[in-house]
């Protein structure tokens, strides 16, 4: 691992890390990454989509010998088309390539293999049937994460897991329309949904729900509620007030001092600055003229 200096504070542990991953998503992550494992499940794990690094540390994690992680990014490129173009520079504009590996270089010994690029590189550089988990949080466009999900379809494993970002919130609707167009019409099977994830698979999620379901029972951290629709059992969760994100090692900067800040000190006030001409002349008015020249001149100047 080759270190350079860095260019943001480095992060001590995974919250340091800016990025939109919650606790309730941190919990499922590691539940169906333990999962796979424990039940010797193996196959590579991509992540297209990736910010500052905060999922990809915790995905990171679970790679094996002989299996590879990917991860796929615009990061300070070019996007395809205008629409992603615009995307990319009103949200992720402070994102670079190397902000995301210094910050995953702070907890792995090495990096994961790295695109750079728009995710319709993907299915070019990911072999089909190749993965056991993919999350996809890249473009919120339709036509984007409409052939992302198509991406995933191809490079999982069968039983694999795929996880979907952004399927139902408010600024994200070409999101919510690919993902439940792929439910509906593409096959895709829901597992669970969280208050911003969609996990689900193209095989058969019956068995993963109940493991899932008896789990969250267990736990006094988390809302369940469970619905039919279009013949598709939806289990959703939310998180309670005080759910603890799993355990995670601290980063290799978690026992380095912290840098001592400069205090902050206001700027000086400063008094706008006087017009002395029209002052002076006011003075000497009132100070060797007869109060009524004083008043015809003061007249004069506040017309002028």
Partial sequence: MTLVPRTIRPPRRLDDVPGWFPVLDQVLFEWFLDRQ????????????????????????????????????????????????????????????QRTFEENYLAFHEELPRVLKGPSSIVPAEVAPASCRFVHIDASHLYEHVHNDIGAAHD?????????????????????????????????LRPICL???????????????????????????DCHLSIQQAAGHRLVRFKSKKG?????????????????EEAPHRPAAATAPPRRAGRSRTRRLAADVLPPILTRAIRNGLSRS
């Fill in 37 to 96: 494992e424990s039940t010797g499940t193996r196959g590579d794990l991509l992540e297209v989509g990736v910010y500052m690094g905060k999922s990809a540390i915790c995905v990171g994690r679970h790679s094996r010998d002989g299996e590879q992680f990917t991860v796929c990014d615009l990061f300070e490129g070019d996007a395809l088309d205008e629409a992603n173009q615009a995307e990319s520079t009103k949200s992720y504009s402070s994102l670079t």
């Fill in 155 to 187: 490079a999982l494993l069968p039983g694999g897991i795929v996880v979907l970002d952004d399927f139902r919130s408010e600024h994200t609707p070409g999101v919510s329309v690919a993902v439940w167009e792929a439910v509906l019409n593409r096959g």
């Fill in 194 to 220: 969280s208050t911003q994830k969609l996990y689900g698979t193209w095989g058969d999620p019956e068995p993963i729900q109940e493991e899932l379901l008896a789990m969250v029972r267990g736990r006094e």
């Fill in 243 to 259: 759910m603890q994100a799993p355990p995670f090692p601290p980063s290799r900067f978690a026992h380095e001092p912290v840098p």
